[in-house]
C-alpha cells in the first residue's frame, strides 16, 4: 500500500455568499496553502480537517492501493487527484499524490 502525500493548493473565501447566507461564526479553517499532510495506510493524518478528509478519502484509498488515470485522463499526474473540501463558503483545493515508497506495515 501506497503513502498519499495531500498538500493544501488553494483556499477561497465567497464572502459574498457569507454574508448573504452564513451565520457569523468564529473559527472555519486551520489549514494552511502549502501545508503538507502524509495518509499512511489510508488513514486520516493527524490534523486534517475531519470534513476535508470525508471529501477526499475514496480518492485516497485509491490511490493508496495503487489506482491511476482517475476519470480517464483527467490529472496530468496519472497518480494524482485534485480535491476540494465541501465548505461552500471557503473551499480548499488539495492535490493528493500517490507516493512511491510503499508503507512496511
Given at each position: 500500500?501506497?503513502?498519499?502525500?495531500?498538500?493544501?493548493?488553494?483556499k477561497?473565501?465567497?464572502?459574498?455568499?457569507?454574508?448573504?447566507?452564513?451565520?457569523?461564526?468564529?473559527?472555519a479553517?486551520?489549514?494552511?496553502v502549502?501545508?503538507?499532510?502524509?495518509?499512511?495506510?489510508?488513514?486520516?493524518?493527524?490534523?486534517?480537517?475531519?470534513s476535508?478528509?470525508?471529501?477526499?478519502?475514496?480518492?485516497?484509498?485509491?490511490l493508496?492501493?495503487?489506482?491511476?488515470?482517475?476519470?480517464?485522463?483527467?490529472?496530468?499526474?496519472?497518480?494524482?487527484?485534485?480535491?476540494?473540501?465541501?465548505?461552500?463558503?471557503?473551499?480548499?483545493?488539495?492535490?493528493?499524490?500517490?507516493?512511491?515508497?510503499?508503507?512496511?506495515?
Amino acid at each position: 500500500m501506497k503513502n498519499v502525500r495531500i498538500t493544501v493548493m488553494k483556499k477561497v473565501c465567497h464572502t459574498d455568499l457569507m454574508e448573504r447566507y452564513e451565520n457569523p461564526i468564529e473559527h472555519a479553517c486551520d489549514m494552511q496553502v502549502g501545508q503538507v499532510f502524509i495518509s499512511a495506510d489510508m488513514k486520516r493524518p493527524e490534523g486534517l480537517c475531519e470534513s476535508a478528509w470525508e471529501s477526499m478519502s475514496a480518492f485516497v484509498m485509491t490511490l493508496a492501493c495503487g489506482g491511476e488515470d482517475i476519470y480517464d485522463g483527467w490529472m496530468k499526474n496519472r497518480r494524482s487527484a485534485m480535491i476540494s473540501c465541501n465548505d461552500g463558503f471557503r473551499p480548499v483545493s488539495f492535490l493528493l499524490e500517490a507516493v512511491d515508497g510503499e508503507n512496511n506495515t
